[in-house]
């Protein structure tokens, strides 16, 4: 761990492609996200049951595999940010973040002293489970540590420029689904307003040296419009639930054609 190279990546412009995982429990979808040719893998606490433990084994043999782990934390929940970490995870997504204030109480959970406030901790998957003194593991874990800030409202949007401003995110990300919600279009992710948010919070983020993500967009046409207008090429190519579905789906069309009347139900 030197340096950040998923940071440098994406800021070296180059295609970085994330799976999400929200009902699997075992490292099994991380290796075939590994074997897909993915880069990262969001471990969504937000939107699922799944325990911390869980998450943090999934997060560990992606770090063992050579991807990068993110764990998108339930709203406002700070008390699970240093529980993932010190469990394996390399990055923390924070949904629904309107200021910065809030952003900032984020940040400083994910980092040591002096510039945050993460629990000292002695031993972590990321280091071989070897005791390492907080001199050399504060500056290293601190290092490989992600944080993202998910905008998700017009007040967010709003306050994008003062939260990119916030020593510590690395990263603002457009949750689009919720947003067009909010906007009062829900799932029109091709609406001007919503390319509008994204201009905002492109121009915020070039200004203070942060990267920007969209997700929730599926078209990609779509989502290359909208990536066009300042984002890094971070891509979420789908969670486990949707590619599932979507498999299953292909699959029992193929059995519907070749066994059956030629129609899929």
Known sequence: ?????????????????????????TPDAVRVARATGHHAVLIDLEHSAMPADSAAQL????YDLGLM???????RD??????????GACGIIAPRVEDAERA????RACLFA???QRS?????????????????????????????ILLETPAGLERADEIAAVDGVDMLAIGANDLTA???????????????????????????????????????????VLTGLGACPLYLTGTDTDLLYAGAAARAREFGTRFGDGEYR
């Open 1 to 25: 761990m030197s340096g950040n190279p998923f940071l440098d990546r994406l800021r070296a412009d180059q295609l970085t492609l994330m799976m999400g995982i929200r009902s699997a429990r």
């Open 78 to 87: 700070y008390g699970i940010i240093g529980r993932v970490l010190d469990g």
């Open 120 to 148: 000292q901790v002695g031993m972590v998957p990321q280091l071989g489970m070897r005791p390492v003194p907080a001199a050399e593991l504060n500056p290293r874990l601190d290092d490989g540590t992600v944080v993202v």
């Open 182 to 224: 909010e906007l009062g279009v829900p799932g029109a992710h091709d609406h001007p307003a919503v390319r509008d948010a994204v201009a905002t919070a492109a121009a915020a983020c070039r200004r203070h040296g942060k990267l920007l993500m969209i997700g929730g967009v599926a078209d990609l046409a779509t989502l290359g």
């Open 59 to 62: 997060a560990t043999a992606a």
């Open 114 to 116: 002096p510039r945050g």
């Open 104 to 107: 900032s109480a984020i940040a």
């Open 69 to 75: 782990a993110l764990v998108r934390i339930p709203e």
